[in-house]
């Protein structure tokens, strides 16, 4: 059920700004990859152009070794699940309707049957009992949970978080970054933008480390915080650890 992800040579230039310049990544079926580096250099861009909300310049994005780039569009964000910084869940629907919506109208579901969806993907993310409130009943915590559950209602081979704690309170991102791993365990492919070098130490098989457009690093978590070959990871590490 889970895919791997390859990017190759991938550009990107927005105005005079070329933000990507000729990043690879490749992402295991059923592995975790973390994507570091400091605010600018590029790793929102790389969600955005890897599941193409951005058209790369050049390069190619492979889904399970198929190029995507000429699939619709549409079609391969059903494929990627997607959890930002913001839960941007409507706030006049209930919990379980915000995570129906898109199997019933995406997914061509039954009312019913997305409903069903729904309340499994609340029970793995632990608020089957938050089914019938409203998102502004919640935690923020909770609300990022239920964001999660949506995107896993869509049956994604994939999912992308980008900095999906950094607006949390403190005490609540113990909870999100827990289901995280527990999705990562259980064998879903992602790709993880995180500040949290504790989640990518230890929950991820491999981190890719970004600065200025460009990917200077790559390996695993051993070889990335313990023998960080260039001198600006080592700078990085030593900001943020
Ligand atoms: N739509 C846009 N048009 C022009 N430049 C953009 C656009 N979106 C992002 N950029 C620029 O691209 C660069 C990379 O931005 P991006 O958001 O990918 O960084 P980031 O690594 O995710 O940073 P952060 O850790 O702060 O979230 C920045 O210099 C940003 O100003
Ligand atoms: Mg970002």
Redesign the pocket.
């Known amino acids: 059920m889970s895919a791997s992800l390859t990017g190759t040579g991938l550009h990107l230039t927005?105005?005079n700004?070329h933000?990507l310049r000729g990043v690879d990544i490749h992402v295991e079926a059923g592995h975790a990859t973390t994507v570091i580096?400091p605010?600018?250099?590029?790793?929102?861009?790389?969600l955005r152009v890897l599941n193409r909300l951005h058209e790369p310049d050049s390069g190619d994005v492979l889904l399970d070794g198929a190029s995507v780039l000429r699939e619709d569009p549409d079609r391969l964000r059903q494929r990627i699940g997607m959890v930002f910084q913001q839960f941007n869940l409507f706030p006049h629907k209930t919990v379980v309707e915000n995570v129906a919506l898109g199997p019933r109208k995406l997914r061509g579901l039954t009312a019913e049957q997305a409903r069903a969806v729904a309340m499994e993907q609340l029970e793995i993310v632990g608020l089957a009992g938050k089914a019938e409130a409203r998102p502004a009943a919640l935690s923020g915590g909770q609300q990022q949970r239920v964001a999660i559950a949506r995107a896993l209602a869509m049956k994604p081979e994939l999912m992308f978080f980008d900095?999906a704690t950094s607006a949390l309170d403190p005490e609540l991102v113990k909870g999100v970054l827990a289901l995280m791993a527990d999705l990562a365990a259980g064998g879903m492919s992602m790709v993880v933008?995180t500040h949290e070098m504790g989640f990518a130490r230890s929950v991820s098989d491999s981190v890719v480390f970004?600065d200025q457009g460009m990917v200077v690093e790559t390996g695993t978590p051993d070889a990335l915080f313990d023998d960080a070959r260039t001198p600006r990871l080592r700078r990085f590490l030593d900001q943020v650890l």
């Not at 605010?39 to 790389?46: A, M």
């Open positions: 927005l105005g700004n933000i580096g605010s600018g250099s590029g790793k929102s861009t790389l900095e933008v970004m």
